[in-house]
């Protein structure tokens, strides 16, 4: 496919992309997407359904009962490695059980799949910048709760932008009756699973398909931390007995599951709609069938995020690299903005630039606290302009973060913590 985008002088830059290289992207995004994010966010998931199914929903009673706690606890949730912690608290959110300022907290403290990347090649960076993304996002989401940022310009652009987070206080009570911009938020008699929703072909192949699942999300754990545990490589197709093998199978089988969970599975053995938190569970299938409903949801999204991407980076010819790697206070400005894209793809290309030395500590910082991970997705599939405003809001402690650590960061600011 070649396009010509007219440049400013009469300039023209062709850009080609082959059927064969739009292929590639397609089969690897689609292949990725699920060894590198989605598995590990179905582990996360579910241990945090498994716990409210065996407490009997009391964790999410105590978050209810505890208000003035939801902003630490929405930022442990994001500060558990990966995006699973953080996509907990957007439904939490949006039923009223917790503060916008608990949904910012999740979104800023999260460092979404980078941070197992981090994590494996510079532990010490990774230590030092989660440890401020946490504090910054405590900060601030008791800020929003507390002063609504003050009595201002954004504060007043919120308000129009979504009811949901006009609320300034920690009254959840104020949230769930202002109610969601999303109208229809509230599952109707149809979204509801029939009561011959166990019974039938399509019901019972949704039950072997989710099955199934899990076994291929079991194994696409297993290639995902090989994965980083052999430093990120490059993984080639492959369909044979190797660790290749097993993360091209894992990653392809566990997403084409994850869309016929999403898109038919879920209408039939699941409760319709997605991104609910759940209560409780009445049994310990009910547990893993919750959590692989929610992570199908997410993979959706997770694919659709890296085909954008990937595609984008081809076609415009865009140097990440070039970017963040901009000279001066440049690099953790650029940091924080980088962090405004969704989904872990540019966020994972980021910190393997810095594992290489290619930024500097303050960029991956502001970009750990600006980022939002796969977490927003949820969000942006139940109310789009409370997603909207939330990444807005993680930007603004990144930058400050960011600025201030290249100013007074006393080590030195590239390869700070990397490993050999």
């Given amino acids: 496919m070649t396009s010509l985008l007219g440049q400013p002088g ?38 945090f359904s498994y716990v409210q199914y065996r407490t009997g929903g009391r964790i999410v009673t105590y978050l209810e009962d505890n208000e003035r706690m939801q902003p630490v606890a929405g930022a442990l949730l994001g500060l558990t490695p990966g995006c699973g912690g953080a996509i907990i608290a957007m439904p939490l959110y949006i039923r009223g059980t917790v503060s916008f300022g608990t949904v910012v907290a999740a979104l800023a403290a999260t460092a979404g799949d980078s941070a197992f990347v981090i994590l494996a090649l510079a532990p010490e960076a990774a230590l030092y910048a989660y440890g401020l993304a946490f504090v910054s996002a405590v900060l601030f989401g008791y800020a929003i709760d507390v002063w609504g940022l003050g009595v201002g310009t954004v504060d007043r652009a919120v308000s129009r932008l979504s009811q949901p987070v006009t609320d300034g206080g920690f ?122 409903m929610e992570t199908s949801m997410v993979t959706v999204w997770v694919i659709g995020a890296y085909l954008v991407y990937e595609y984008g980076i081809v076609i415009f010819s865009v140097d990440i690299g070039a970017i963040a790697a901009a000279a001066g206070v440049l690099a953790p400005i650029g940091g924080a903005l980088l962090g405004l894209v969704p989904g872990c793809a540019p966020q994972i290309v980021f910190a393997g630039i810095y594992a290489e030395g290619g930024v500097p500590f303050s960029a991956l910082t502001a970009n750990a606290v600006s980022q939002d991970g796969d977490a927003l997705f949820p969000l942006m599939a139940i109310d789009m302009k409370a997603a909207i405003v939330a990444t807005i809001y993680t930007t603004i402690p990144a930058l400050v973060v960011g600025v201030v650590l290249y100013y007074f960061w006393p080590f030195a600011s590239f390869g700070f913590g990397v490993l050999g």
């Fill in 171 to 292: 009254a959840t009570t104020s949230v769930a009756d202002g109610r969601p911009s999303v109208p229809d938020y509230q599952m109707d008699v149809d979204d509801r699973v029939g009561s011959d929703s166990g019974t039938g072909f399509v019901a019972i192949l949704s039950h072997v398909v989710h099955v199934l699942w899990w076994v291929v999300a079991a194994a696409g754990l297993v290639a995902g931390v090989l994965y980083l545990l052999r430093g990120a490589p490059e993984v080639a197709l492959e369909f044979g007995p190797t660790f290749f093998g097993l993360f091209t199978i894992a990653g392809l089988s566990g997403t084409v599951m994850s869309f016929y969970l999403h898109f038919l599975g879920r209408r039939v053995i699941g409760e319709g709609g997605s991104g609910r938190i759940r209560e409780n569970f009445a049994s310990a299938y009910e547990t893993f069938q919750h959590a692989a």
């Fill in 10 to 47: 009469g300039h023209s830059v062709v850009l080609d992309l082959t059927p064969r290289e739009a292929l590639d992207i397609l089969v690897f995004s689609v292949r990725d997407g699920f060894v590198q994010v989605s598995a590990f966010v179905a582990v996360t998931v579910l241990l």
